[in-house]
């Protein structure tokens, strides 16, 4: 649907928290990683129902990002928006905290 015009390396996902810009929450997926499930891991999801029932904003809706393997820093809540790009690095809110945002 998105009709990309290059080669897509990356997803880059953008959340809300509050308009404190030291506090927006964003990651970033490779895309083989959206597109294919390694052995044993579950899908990455863009959830907006739970149990059937609209996702509340308490829990992140309307619509959230959860990244099964590495919930606490790749799954965002409160999701605006998504962009697929070619640029290949990462740009994780933690990236800088010396973590390793591509396990």
């Known amino acids: 649907m998105t009709k990309p015009v290059s080669e897509i390396r990356r997803v880059y996902y953008y ?13 970033s997926l490779s895309l083989s990683r959206v597109l294919e499930d390694p052995p044993g891991d579950y899908p990455v999801l863009l959830a907006y129902k739970l149990n059937g029932q609209w996702l509340s904003g308490k829990r992140g809706g309307p619509v959230r990002m959860l990244v099964p393997e590495a919930y606490g820093f790749k799954s965002v ?5 998504v962009v697929l790009s ?7 809110t933690y990236a800088d905290e010396n973590n390793d945002v591509d396990s």
């Open 86 to 92: 070619n640029v290949q690095g990462a740009n994780d």
């Open 77 to 81: 809540k409160w999701l605006q928006r």
């Open 15 to 27: 959340g809300h928290h509050n308009e404190d810009p030291k506090q927006m929450f964003r990651s």
